[in-house]
């Protein structure tokens, strides 16, 4: 039975609706078609975001448990990802020397390869799929508000 004093829920008015289903439909269809334009090389986006970040590391090497962060997958889905691209050969695994519990995830030279290969095609789809459909003034706006958007997000987790 419903709790009698629990507060309505604030319903969307047509406007806000809009707003949402529009957000949603598009995100979902743009990770959808730049997933689709990374299969030529072999990629997901999950596997793109891992590589891109590595190669921006030091030593192109991460602490996992930092990756996991940076690219937003939980624990266990960047352990299954990066199963799979050990198995291609683009990262492996190394032993923190510090931290017997920790690992390091690390690009290898083929991981290296497989992502200057898949940039410029990435790009290319970035640019033609989303970005050209924005003047440089709603790209400005567009940061500013998924800023406020992930900020609120921060401030939540920091809270806990």
């Known amino acids: ?17 809009k707003a949402w289903r529009s957000y949603i439909i598009a995100s979902r269809r743009l990770l959808e078609a730049l997933d689709n334009d990374l299969e030529g090389h072999d990629l997901s986006i999950p596997d793109y975001e891992i590589l891109a970040q590595l190669s921006d590391a030091p030593d ?11 690219t937003l997958l939980s624990r ?12 291609a050969g683009w990262v492996k695994r190394e032993a923190c020397p510090t931290d017997k519990r920790g690992y390091f995830a690390v690009m290898t030279p083929k991981g290296w390869k497989a992502i200057v290969a898949a940039a410029p095609d990435h790009v290319a789809s970035v640019r033609s799929r989303f ?5 440089a003034e709603d790209q400005k706006v567009l940061s500013e508000i998924f800023l406020r958007v992930e900020e609120s997000f921060r401030s939540e987790s920091t809270c806990e």
């Open 60 to 70: 192109r090497r991460l602490r996992m448990s930092e990756l996991a962060s940076i």
């Open 131 to 135: 970005l050209d459909h924005l003047s």
């Open 76 to 87: 266990s889905r960047l352990s299954h990802r990066m199963k799979v691209m050990e198995k």
């Open 1 to 17: 039975m419903p709790d009698q004093n629990a507060t309505a829920p604030r319903w969307l008015n047509p406007a806000e609706m």
